[in-house]
């Protein structure tokens, strides 16, 4: 009994070493496969990011955007296209030039709206002296224009005004960004009922 | 029933085949809720002389609401007799609660422009900004969507309003727009919003002050419901 025990003994042991030390090894191996995989999509994630927010640059440094404005003549939205200068930002960390992003386009784009185009034929469609103060992108694609509240104080009001206002902006930012689907409009960092007493923007409005 | 109410049943049945289509009998106007756009703190739309568009909204609410008893024999009921601040939801509850079976919004226009002139009649937008991740919260949606099923009703008030007012000789250019406005989105009940005039045109603030222009407004409205209830009066085809 005791001889047989102990020949049982060494077996098992070397079997279930040798075992144990095969899988280890390959845990490490896929472990390693993986990280390095993973690893490598993270690195160029942020570049898909910056291609798919920024409407191209040219080599002169300028972007072209479209930017919607009321026509004197119909009342209604017409587009037209404006070259920006952009000076493109250094990144301190790798020291090398990068593209302005979204916000950076985007308050240049609605900013723009406040100025009539040269020339009789458009009308601006935000009050003078507006401000977006920030804009956010979720991941359903809506977008949160957050203005000051000089946009409600200094609106004309009206209804013709007020949809005018809401779909200048709306179609400037999905016409300007892709991967922006809709838009909601906050006042001051809140959600706010109208703009003016009449249009409901408690709901995010769609490209028209 | 009667022998007389079983044959008035057969014949608008055979009237029914032949024509293709099936009697529907549709409501008179008996109450119409008038709504004199802002008030109180809410001023709206400021003219260039320094009237404001909650004056304007009330005398002619007042004007409009005599019309209608007069000439249609209505009863009417106002959301606002004199310069106080009501919420939206307030003046769209007063149709609702009065059970009214029309609630007209009156307004002046602004814009952009300091010439453009003319008359707006506005239905409620049917959800152009509905969408993954712009639904209504659950329990948003029973005041959302109470005018929902009068959409072919407003616009059918809409329309006569617009018919008569492309007529006038005074009123320069009508539209009939659609838009997601506030104020229709809880009437559970025929609606539509008037822009009567824009206050942001020096040419057109004049003449919504006088006396001839305001007659001329409340005409064509108050036709222009006439010709609704006509279309509604008795069995229609």
Request: hydrophobic share 40%; glycine share 8%.
């Amino acid at each position: 009994m005791p001889i047989i025990r102990k020949k049982k003994k060494g077996v098992i042991f070397g079997m279930s070493t040798l075992w144990a030390a095969s899988m280890l090894v390959s845990i490490l191996v896929l472990s390693w496969i993986v990280w390095h995989k993973l690893q490598a999509r993270i690195e160029s994630l942020p570049e898909v990011i910056k291609q798919l927010q920024t409407p191209s640059i040219s080599s002169s440094g300028k972007v072209t955007l479209k930017l919607y404005f009321e026509s004197a003549q119909t009342g209604e939205l017409e587009m037209e296209e404006r070259e920006f200068a952009v000076t493109p930002a250094k990144d301190s960390s790798s020291k090398r030039a990068e593209p302005p992003q979204l916000p950076e386009l985007a308050h240049m784009a609605l900013e723009a709206l406040s100025s009539a185009p040269p020339g009789n034929k458009r009308l601006a469609t935000l009050p003078k002296g507006v401000k977006l103060r920030n804009i956010y992108l979720d991941a359903a694609g809506t977008a949160y224009a957050d203005f000051d509240e000089q946009l409600a104080e200094r609106h004309p009001g009206g209804t013709q005004a007020e949809m005018i206002t809401i779909y200048s902006v709306v179609n400037t930012l999905c016409a300007n960004f892709p991967q922006i689907k809709r838009v909601r409009f906050l006042i001051g960092g809140k959600e706010a009922q109208t703009l003016a007493g009449h249009v409901d923007i408690k709901q995010p409005f769609n490209y028209k | 029933m009667n022998f007389r109410g079983f044959r008035h049943i057969v014949i608008l049945i055979l009237i029914g085949m032949f024509t293709g289509t099936i009697p529907v009998y549709a409501r008179e106007l008996k109450v119409i809720v008038l709504d004199p756009g802002h008030g109180g703190s809410d001023s709206g739309v400021k003219g260039l002389s320094g009237i404001q568009e909650k004056g304007i909204t009330l005398i002619l609410a007042k004007k409009l609401a005599l019309a209608l008893q007069e000439r249609m024999g209505v009863r009417v009921v106002l959301t606002r007799d004199e310069d106080e601040t009501l919420s939206v939801y307030q003046r769209t509850g007063v149709a609702n609660n009065q059970k009214a079976d029309l609630f007209i919004s009156l307004h002046v226009n602004g814009d952009f422009s300091p010439h453009r002139t003319g008359m707006q009649i506005y239905t409620l937008a049917a959800g152009d900004y509905t969408g993954p991740g712009g639904d209504s919260p659950p329990e948003a949606l029973a005041w959302e969507s109470a005018q929902n099923e009068f959409f072919l009703q407003s616009q059918q008030v809409a329309q006569a309003i617009y018919e008569q007012a492309s007529r006038s000789s005074l009123i320069q250019n009508c539209q009939l727009r659609q838009a997601p406005l506030l104020v229709l989105k809880g009437a559970h009940l025929p609606a539509c919003l008037i822009e009567l005039d824009y206050m942001s045109s020096k040419s057109a603030e004049e003449r919504l002050l006088t006396g001839e222009y305001q007659a001329e407004l409340v005409r064509v409205i108050c036709e222009g419901l006439m010709d609704y209830q006509d279309s509604l009066s008795g069995w229609r085809i």
